[in-house]
């Protein structure tokens, strides 16, 4: 039995699947000469055999089970490189996306733990599992997150954020920020920290220092949706705080864009 199962989606963001074998490899190599637990995983897909990623990149891969018995591994989901809500229907449009949604929700109704970053944590709004949980995603994304999951706390200034046995994190390399997490739960900090030193990692814990105005405001996101909703509130004005809720972010981080 594994500790992980990575579940892959066909096109995901190859850096995120790449990182996350990385973090894992250098874990197997430095675990034994710490004296702690060794993770294992593999890595999955609804279909198996060779997964095509973005940017050119492939994978090899396991089947999933159709209907799989108790699975005591932790699955993990890296993003998918979405960067629009409409890219996110493109993609959850798609049978193998809706299978592997299935596949979570299966795992998680059967008692298993579930991780995701940036835009793979739609895969588990999809499964129904974000619903009277705090949850993060990419900065971006996460006014789409929380239109689509209204009974989820959205936290976009957070790196990474675990609850019970949901764990997500942020975007794009915010795979690197949660696997170290999972990894220190499971052999414990020494390991972590060593991971972090052997591979240059600083410690984040929020994603909100690294969020880009220009990006939100060129695109159909924060800004705009920002003046649409003042406008309709006109002319009562809403409060700092109110649009901090309803934006997904702190009033100090919603402060600096506006």
Not at 54 to 80: E, K, N
Not at 182 to 197: E, P, T
Request: aromatic fraction near 6%.
């Amino acid at each position: 039995m594994s500790d992980f199962t990575v579940l892959v989606l066909e096109g995901a963001f190859a850096a995120s699947v790449a990182a996350t074998v990385s973090i894992l490899s250098a874990a197997n190599k430095l675990a034994p000469k710490l004296g702690v637990p060794v993770p294992s995983w593999r890595l999955a897909s609804v279909q198996g055999g060779t997964l095509a990623l973005q940017d050119g990149l492939s994978v090899s891969t396991v089947r999933l089970a159709d209907r799989a018995d108790v699975d005591g591994s932790l699955w993990i989901v890296p993003g998918l490189g979405l960067d629009s809500s409409w890219a996110i229907r493109q993609c959850f449009g798609r049978e193998d996306t809706q299978l592997a949604v299935d596949a979570v929700r299966q795992h998680a109704h059967a008692g298993g733990s579930v991780a995701a970053s940036c835009s793979g944590v739609f895969v588990l709004q999809a499964a129904g599992l974000l619903a009277g949980r705090r949850a993060t995603t990419a900065w971006w994304l996460a006014h789409e997150l929380q239109r689509l999951a209204p009974d989820c706390r959205v936290d976009a200034d957070r790196m990474v954020c675990a609850d019970g046995a949901v764990v997500t994190a942020g975007a794009a390399f915010a795979q690197i920020d949660l696997m170290l997490h999972l990894l220190r739960n499971l052999s414990g900090k020494v390991l972590a920290d060593a991971l972090s030193r052997a591979l240059l990692i600083d410690g984040r814990q929020a994603q909100a220092p690294f969020i880009v105005p220009e990006v939100y405001a060129s695109g159909d996101d924060l800004i705009g949706r920002l003046v649409a909703r003042v406008e309709s509130a006109l002319p009562h004005l809403p409060k700092v705080g109110e649009l901090a809720r309803e934006f997904c972010m702190s009033e100090r981080t919603l402060a600096r864009y506006v």
